[in-house]
């Protein structure tokens, strides 16, 4: 690293502000309870990186895994409307934050808003990522609510794309062969775009399905619905 004049890094860091970044990152990137919220540390893993050439050095630096800090980064990425949350520290986990600033920019602020209410929990931000990108025209509000509904009832949704020239009858009838009417709540279609949804006991068969066959959930059902599971 090469300094000039005291200074290190393109935007001129001094190394007493990199060293400050370093020990404030180590004090609030290990503790449940932080003095920084997460966008005053993403400011400090930017010096940092800056300072002493890039993430891995940094990483090495304060004992956190590069992918943590890249996690910690994205929080920079929220809309601004969203953005208020974390800088108000009403949302302080980073796993949350980061997952917001992965929706479009126009869901961001009623998942935010959502989240800060506690009404969503880092489970229902992973499946709302998941339900909006098999629906992406679906209002968020809609998307929320089904989420917050399957979760209330116990229930388990997956949505999947019906194949050109096969018949949703077809697709139903393997899901009941293989995992049970009675752990099927619906199996439905529009627009080709499928929803399988499974009480507890359906979830629970799926997953032990797919743990046998090695298999993710996700896996397992594309191929029930090609059929190359029956």
Known sequence: ?????????????????????????????KRIHRKLNLLQIAK??????????????????IGLSTEMLRQFSRVTKLAPKARRFVARGVIQRV?????ISRLPPGD?????????RGDLNTDDVRAIITFRKNQP???ISKVISRVMSSR???????????PPQEEMKN??????????????????AE???????????????????????????????????????K
């Open 1 to 29: 690293m090469h300094k000039q004049n005291g200074r290190s890094g393109k935007r001129g860091y001094s190394q007493s502000e990199v060293e400050d970044a370093l020990a404030g990152l180590i004090a609030s990137t």
């Open 137 to 139: 025209k679906l209002p």
């Open 95 to 99: 796993d949350i934050a980061d997952r």
């Open 108 to 116: 961001q602020f009623p998942v935010a808003q959502a989240v800060a």
């Open 191 to 229: 627009k080709r775009m499928g929803t399988l949804l499974l009480n507890k006991d359906g979830k629970n068969r799926l997953e032990l399905i797919a743990k046998k066959k090695g298999l993710t959930k996700r896996s397992l059902v594309k191929e029930i619905i090609s059929g190359e599971v």
């Open 44 to 61: 400090k893993i930017e010096i940092a990186r800056k300072g002493l050439g890039n993430l891995k050095k940094v990483s090495e630096a």
């Open 171 to 188: 697709i139903e009838g393997r899901f009941s062969k293989l995992i049970g009417q009675d752990g099927i709540r619906s199996v439905t």
């Open 152 to 162: 209330n009832i116990k229930e388990y949704v997956v949505q999947f794309l019906v």
